[in-house]
Antibody, heavy 120, light 110 residues
Framework: QVQLVGSGGGVVQPGGSLRLSCAASGFTFSSFGMHWVRQAPGKGLEWVAFIWYDGSNKYYIDSVKGRFTISRDNSKNTVYLQMNSLRAEDTAVYYC?????????????WGQGALVTVSS | QSALTQPRSVSGSPGQSVTISCTGTSSDVGGYNHVSWYQQYPGKVPKLTIYDVNKRPSGVPGRFSGSKSGNTASLTISGLQAEDEADYYCCSYAGDYTYVFGTGTKVTVL
């Protein structure tokens, strides 16, 4: 079955950087787009970024454009989120999620999440 | 990219039906038949419950159903069970491979 294992979370100072990873298994990783979604403590879900199956196109929520970069390595079945110029409001659990076969339809499987805390 | 609007909470007794609304705009909910719903227990990972407005993934009980009218989508849980007590989030495709989630609704089983 689909398994997504996130890693790389931690505590970072404002203005700092962090890279999250999400290792995938149980499906043909190179055939599906991948998402990152975040959830601030006690708050709702917020879509952050999406990358095409082949990495050729990337999309972001406005609040992270120019600071975050989504990427993937299909040879390692892994998707990444490079986060730079971090702010306190970026504090959240970050989930990776698999896009559905019809990309627009849904995020059909989710990883366990990585907690990112931005604090001095 | 404003969050879709959901009621903060809904409640019902076991066996009753509850409906959660999800209101957006013509740029998201009203513009595409790609509304999905996610169930999330406290401290747990969200789980896809409905996709493409009214389709259920395999393994999701038939008491969960979805619909849409104009800029508002809805999730109905019929025959409410104790295990349905959770947070529920709608999500809509918003064009150009972007997505927007709802504010979330806590379902309480009385």
């Amino acid at each position: 079955q689909v398994q997504l294992v996130g890693s790389g979370g931690g505590v970072v100072q404002p203005g700092g950087s962090l890279r999250l990873s999400c290792a995938a298994s149980g499906f043909t990783f190179s055939s599906f787009g991948m998402h990152w979604v975040r959830q601030a403590p006690g708050k709702g879900l917020e879509w952050v970024a999406f990358i095409w199956y082949d990495g050729s196109n990337k999309y972001y929520i406005d609040s992270v454009k120019g600071r975050f970069t989504i990427s993937r390595d299909n040879s390692k079945n892994t998707v990444y989120l490079q986060m730079n110029s971090l702010r306190a409001e970026d504090t959240a659990v970050y989930y990776c999620a698999k896009g559905s076969f019809s990309v627009a339809s849904a995020l059909d499987s989710w990883g366990q999440g990585a907690l990112v805390t931005v604090s001095s | 990219q404003s969050a879709l609007t959901q009621p903060r909470s809904v409640s019902g007794s076991p066996g009753q039906s509850v409906t959660i609304s999800c209101t957006g705009t013509s740029s998201d909910v009203g513009g595409y038949n790609h509304v999905s719903w996610y169930q999330q227990y406290p401290g747990k990972v969200p789980k896809l419950t409905i996709y493409d407005v009214n389709k259920r993934p395999s393994g999701v009980p038939g008491r969960f159903s979805g619909s849409k009218s104009g800029n508002t989508a809805s999730l109905t849980i019929s025959g409410l069970q104790a295990e349905d007590e959770a947070d529920y989030y709608c999500c809509s495709y918003a064009g150009d491979y972007t997505y927007v989630f709802g504010t979330g609704t806590k379902v309480t089983v009385l």
